[in-house]
């Protein structure tokens, strides 16, 4: 695995939606391992700026965020981020819970999804977290560091 790409909207509507505190320590602590592991992380996002920023600091590692624009399929950000870092599928895991998701979570080497997901989207992938968003990247984090050893 040489990078791991998640769809952040989801995990910040969650965070967004709870009471619970906006610091994972332990997540960040996980997302440097993977790079120190050369697993580079990139997040992609639909969120306006001030998500970004609530995003960046819930996550508090040097990942890229990029930004989909308009109206721009998952899919080709998805094909066109490969070829900008000349990888194959089978190097790319993808963290992600939306319908919209499906086409990259079947594509990639190697895909998980929250239990949350819709049913549909639960299917498509390889792997199914448990727990919430937030804790289900922390589990899969896990498994690709474990992989990795």
Known sequence: MSLLLIN???????????????????????????????????LMTRLPAVDREALTGLLGSDCTVSELPGRLEKSEFYSAMKLELSLADDE??????????????EAAGFSA???????????????VASGAPVDSLAEVVDIILRAKA
């Open 8 to 42: 952040c909207d989801g995990i910040i509507e969650c965070v967004n939606g709870s009471d619970a505190p906006l610091e994972y320590p332990s997540l960040d602590e996980a997302l440097c391992s993977l790079e120190r592991a050369g697993v580079r992380v990139r």
């Open 92 to 105: 790319v895991a993808v963290f992600g819970c939306d319908a919209d998701d499906v086409p990259i979570i």
């Open 113 to 127: 999804v929250p239990l949350g997901a819709a049913i549909d989207v639960r299917s498509s992938a390889y792997y």
